[in-house]
């Protein structure tokens, strides 16, 4: 009774045993999907961008360096013609330095982008690429300025922070958690602040 006892068992235990071979196959790739829905959903969320503007000098700049140039070139040609070789030299290094500024003014460009996690700055061929975390901010608002506030136009500091813009008066101005200043310039200061707020909403910020 025992002998027949045991061998009716042995039989049912390698069956489960068989079944659950089978089974396991088949719940390891419904968990690696669960995996893999996840890691595409925060590598979603980590390129998702909420805001994106890129700006140029103004035009009427370009032109005027453009004038400048060839004026400063025609002195040249003209100083050339002189015997005395000092004022030449002096007209072209004037020369090389306004075509220089003149080449920079015209690959620079501001790029600002405001992803999930961060406010991104790109001042392309003038300064290295800013990152600033959104859970560092503490204050954003949109806001006009003057030229004491930012100081003029390019990368600098003023009497809001350190500055980024390249015309207009118009921009947002962020705090940040350390007590640091900054403000981007804009000509669509209300979206950019709205989409800062919105970002910072979606992350459990408060926005502003």
């Avoid at 999930?116 to 990152?131: K, Q």
Wanted: aromatic share 8%; with cysteine.
């Amino acid at each position: 009774m025992t002998r027949r006892s045991m061998s009716g068992i042995g039989p049912s235990t390698g069956a489960a045993t068989r079944m659950n071979r089978k089974l396991a196959p088949q719940i390891a790739p419904r968990r690696t999907s669960r995996r893999r829905s996840n890691a595409d959903t925060h590598a979603i969320l980590c390129v998702m961008r909420y805001f994106h503007e890129e700006q140029r000098f103004a035009r009427s700049w370009s032109w005027l360096l453009v004038l400048l140039v060839v004026v400063a070139l025609v002195a040249v040609a003209t100083a050339g013609l002189s015997p005395r070789p000092t004022p030449a030299a002096a007209i072209a290094a004037a020369a090389l330095v306004f075509a220089v500024v003149f080449v920079v003014l015209f690959v620079a460009r501001l790029e600002t982008e405001v992803t999930a996690d961060d406010l991104v700055i790109r001042f392309h061929g003038l300064w290295p690429t800013r990152r600033v975390k959104l859970a560092d901010v503490v204050e954003h608002v949109a806001r006009d300025y003057s030229i004491f506030d930012s100081g003029g136009w390019g990368v600098h500091w003023g009497l809001a922070g350190l500055t980024y813009n390249v015309s207009g008066n118009r921009g947002v101005q962020v705090r940040l958690r350390d007590g640091k200043r900054l403000l981007v310039g804009s000509q669509r200061a209300v979206e950019l602040n709205a989409a800062i707020a919105e970002a910072r909403a979606a992350r459990g910020g408060v926005g502003r």
